[in-house]
């Protein structure tokens, strides 16, 4: 296994994990999350998302994100995105900042 140290994912990533992978191209239940800071929201190729997710102008900001991981029913009513959210702000910054170097 090539790059071990930049194939593993943070454990930051952890509850993301089941459901996201940050490899380009590589969707599970969720789409990929390769490059998601900066990048316009609801446009990974081939994954389909929500027409509530689909209706969100911009790009995911590291605002946005942090909005949207903190409890996503609330910032996007109606996302398909099942996961109760992370109240720790501390934990979703760490998260953030390793996303940023998934590019
Ligand atoms: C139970 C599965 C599941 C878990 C756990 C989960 N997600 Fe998601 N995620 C999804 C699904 C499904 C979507 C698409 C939602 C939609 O279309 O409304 C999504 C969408 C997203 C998007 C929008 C992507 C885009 O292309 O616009 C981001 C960002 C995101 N998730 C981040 C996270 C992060 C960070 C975590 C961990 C804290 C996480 N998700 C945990 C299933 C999950």
Known sequence: MAG?????NDPSFAPCAACHTVKPGQNR?????????GAKKAAVPNFN??????AQKG?????????????????VPGTRMIYVGMPDKAKRAKLIAWLKTQK
Do not use: C
């Open 4 to 8: 071990a140290a930049q194939a593993q």
């Open 29 to 37: 239940l969720g789409p990929t999350l390769h490059r998601i800071v």
């Open 49 to 54: 998302y929500s027409p509530a997710l689909k």
């Open 59 to 75: 790009v995911w900001s590291e605002a946005e994100l942090d909005a949207y991981i903190a409890n996503p029913r609330a910032k």
